[in-house]
C-alpha cells in the first residue's frame, strides 16, 4: 500500500521556460530581465535562476544581497541587481557575489559613496507616483552631473499596470519620461514588471523586469491568461468517514452537517501556508472517471488539515491525493477563494519546509 502523508509541491520548470521566452517575446527589443526575489516568489531561486540562466537570461533581480549571493554561483556572468539596496548588513554581500544595487534614496547613495566597489556600476530607482523606494524630483536636483552619469539604469515602478485603462498608467509614464530627459537622457530605463510587458511599446524601455507572469500568475486579469500554470501543490487523504446529519466540523463547530455526508481529511492546513479564510469557502479537487471534481472544504482550515465534502465521490481512500493548484483549479483560483492575491499565496505556501518539493525539467 502506498501512503503519503505530506503535501507534495512540484514547480514546471518546462513550463517556466516557456512563459520566460513568450514574455522576453512580447518585451522586444527591450531585454528580458528575471525577477526571483523571496526565494523565486518561494519556488527556489537556485534551481529558477539555473534553469532561466540556462535558457539564456542574463538579468536578475532580488530584493537583498543574500538572495543575491546565494544564485551567483549559477549565474556566473549575469548581472544580479538588488532592489532594497546596499548597506552595512549586506555590504560583504556584494563585495563576494559581485551584485548591482539599486540605490533607492539619497542615504543609500551616502552609504554606497563611501563603499564604492570596482567594477559595479549601480541603477537608481526614481519615484513616479507609487510613493514607495525612489529619489524625488527634489532629491534628484541635488545631485551632480556626474552623480547622475553615475548609473547604469534608472528604474521605475508601475502602481496600476493590471488596469489598462487606471489614469496612473500615463501619469507614472509621463512623469518617468520627464525625469530620464531631464536628469537621465543617456542612461537606459526599465519601468515594467510583468504587467506592464502587456501595456504598449512605450512602456518598455530597454528592460522589462519578469516576475509573477513568469510564475503562471495572470498579470493582467483583464485578457485570458497567457500564462502555463507551473504549480502542482497536492496532499494526501488520511482518513474517509461517514458524518451524520447534524454532526459538526472541525474547530468551534463552524459547519454543521444538513444530510448524512461522507468527508475525507485531507494532509494540509494553514501551517503549510492555506491561508485560513478557505475555512468554509474553498475546494480541493479529486479526479473520478479521469474528470475533475470539484469538493468543498467544510469548517475551519486547521494547521495542519482540512476537512472535505466528498459525498458525490463514488471511490475515495486514505492515500488518495487532493489538488489545491494545479491545471483544473489554478493559484488564481485558489487566491479567489481566500480573497487574496496570488502573489501572497505563492509566497507563503512556496517556501513552506514541510512540503515534499520536486522539479519536473
Known amino acids: 500500500m502506498s501512503l503519503y502523508t505530506t503535501p507534495v509541491l512540484n514547480i514546471n520548470l518546462k513550463k517556466l521556460i516557456k512563459n520566460f521566452e513568450l514574455l522576453k517575446k512580447l518585451s522586444a527589443p527591450a531585454t528580458a530581465a528575471a525577477v ?9 531561486a537556485v534551481e529558477v535562476a539555473k534553469t532561466l540562466y540556462t535558457a539564456g537570461c542574463r538579468h536578475f533581480f532580488v530584493a537583498h544581497g543574500a538572495e543575491g549571493a546565494v544564485i551567483r554561483p549559477v549565474a556566473p556572468e549575469a548581472e544580479i541587481f538588488v532592489l532594497q539596496g546596499i548597506g552595512e548588513d549586506s555590504l560583504e554581500f556584494f563585495k563576494k557575489a559581485r551584485l548591482t544595487p539599486v540605490i533607492c534614496s539619497p542615504v543609500v547613495l551616502s552609504f554606497w559613496h563611501q563603499n564604492q566597489i570596482a567594477g559595479i556600476k549601480p541603477a537608481i530607482q526614481v519615484e513616479t507616483g507609487l510613493n514607495r523606494l525612489g529619489f524625488t524630483r527634489e532629491d534628484l536636483e541635488q545631485l551632480s552631473p556626474e552623480e547622475l552619469n553615475s548609473f547604469s539604469y534608472v528604474l521605475s515602478h508601475l502602481s496600476s499596470a493590471d488596469e489598462p485603462a487606471h489614469f496612473m498608467n500615463e501619469r507614472q509614464l509621463t512623469n518617468f519620461q520627464t525625469i530620464k530627459n531631464r536628469f537621465f537622457k543617456n542612461t537606459p530605463a526599465t519601468l515594467s514588471a510583468s504587467d506592464g510587458v502587456f501595456l504598449n511599446k512605450e512602456f518598455h524601455f530597454n528592460l522589462t523586469r519578469l516576475g509573477a507572469a513568469m510564475y503562471g500568475i495572470n498579470t493582467a486579469p483583464y485578457r485570458e491568461n497567457q500564462m502555463q500554470n507551473i504549480i502542482e501543490l497536492k496532499a494526501p487523504v488520511l482518513q474517509v468517514k461517514p458524518l451524520k446529519k447534524g454532526e459538526f466540523v472541525g474547530y468551534s463547530a463552524t459547519y454543521r452537517a444538513p444530510v448524512d455526508m461522507k468527508i475525507a481529511i485531507v494532509s494540509i492546513g494553514y501551517g503549510d501556508g492555506l491561508p485560513r479564510s478557505l475555512s468554509n469557502h474553498g475546494k480541493v479537487v479529486f479526479y473520478q472517471d479521469n474528470h475533475p471534481v470539484f469538493c468543498p472544504i467544510l469548517g475551519r482550515v486547521s494547521m495542519d488539515n ?41 509566497s507563503n505556501i512556496g517556501k513552506n519546509p514541510r512540503f515534499i518539493k520536486s522539479y519536473t525539467r
Open 306 to 346: 482540512v476537512i472535505c465534502d466528498v459525498t458525490n465521490l463514488k471511490d475515495i481512500k486514505a492515500g488518495d491525493f487532493a489538488y489545491l493548484i494545479n491545471d483544473d483549479q489554478t493559484l488564481d483560483d485558489l487566491a479567489r477563494d481566500a480573497s487574496t492575491i496570488a502573489y501572497e499565496l505563492i
Open 36 to 44: 526571483i526575489k523571496d526565494d523565486a516568489y518561494g519556488l527556489g
